[in-house]
T-cell receptor
Framework: AQSVSQHNHHVILSEAASLELGCNYS??????LFWYVQYPGQHLQLLLK??????LVKGIKGFEAEFIKSKFSFNLRKPSVQWSDTAEYFC????????????FGAGTQVVVTP | GAVVSQHPSRVICKSGTSVKIECRSL??????MFWYRQFPKQSLMLMAT?????????EQGVEKDKFLINHASLTLSTLTVTSAHPEDSSFYIC????????????????FGPGTRLTVL
């Protein structure tokens, strides 16, 4: 069955620490990959996406993600987090022939302490 | 930027009643809208895909007679929860995929703020 796995459900770290959130998927064929963020009380926002080309993609707010096809992974990274990065982060996958239907991972709650 | 609104943001209803939730793309036309459901501390689960002018496509396990979806125009889709029961209480989120993709990234979709439904 197709699935999207996020390994960390809850992460707590201090400001200026580095962040890496894992995402693995099990899909056949070509996929589009996304990371979304949901700040407290706000709607989902797109952080970054990968469709093709350079497997290292840069998004907003200093986030980046690397697509490793052989590992079916799309891990999210930020070298130095801020308190304002406290949010829930969702990895999502869409098959290219699916009209954009997204399957989401379970999400990772990230808490950044001052 | 592309903005999607939902109305109402929060609704409380009695068991057995029907509730309609609207999803509007405010500054773009959407060929496709998606409806998701999010349980507390869980991820978003796709319920159905709504294309303007055609019947919605429901995901496996989603009752189409219970969750009626109407995509009446390129800017409006509605989800009606019929004969709601407490187990239907959840956070319902819509997203919209722009019609004119050259103005946006391919396959990009924009999310509404969600509607919190509580069925007593």
């Amino acid at each position: 069955a197709q699935s999207v796995s996020q390994h960390n459900h809850h992460v707590i770290l201090s400001e200026a620490a580095s962040l890496e959130l894992g995402c693995n998927y099990s899909y056949g064929g070509t996929v589009n990959l996304f990371w979304y963020v949901q700040y407290p009380g706000q709607h989902l926002q797109l952080l970054l996406k990968y469709f093709s080309g350079d497997p290292l993609v840069k998004g907003i707010k200093g986030f980046e993600a690397e697509f490793i096809k052989s590992k079916f992974s799309f891990n999210l990274r930020k070298p130095s987090v801020q308190w304002s990065d406290t949010a829930e982060y969702f990895c999502a996958v869409s098959k290219t022939d699916s009209w954009g239907k997204l399957q989401f991972g379970a999400g990772t709650q990230v808490v950044v302490t001052p | 930027g592309a903005v999607v609104s939902q109305h109402p943001s929060r609704v409380i209803c009695k068991s057995g009643t029907s509730v309609k939730i609207e999803c509007r793309s405010l500054d773009f036309q959407a060929t496709t809208m998606f409806w998701y459901r999010q349980f507390p501390k869980q991820s978003l689960m796709l319920m159905a895909t709504s294309n303007e002018g055609s019947k919605a496509t429901y995901e496996q396990g989603v009752e189409k007679d219970k969750f009626l979806i109407n995509h009446a125009s390129l800017t409006l889709s509605t989800l009606t929860v019929t004969s709601a029961h407490p187990e239907d209480s959840s956070f319902y989120i819509c997203s919209a995929r722009p019609r004119v993709e050259r103005e946006y990234s391919y396959n990009e979709q924009f999310f509404g703020p969600g509607t919190r439904l509580t069925v007593l």
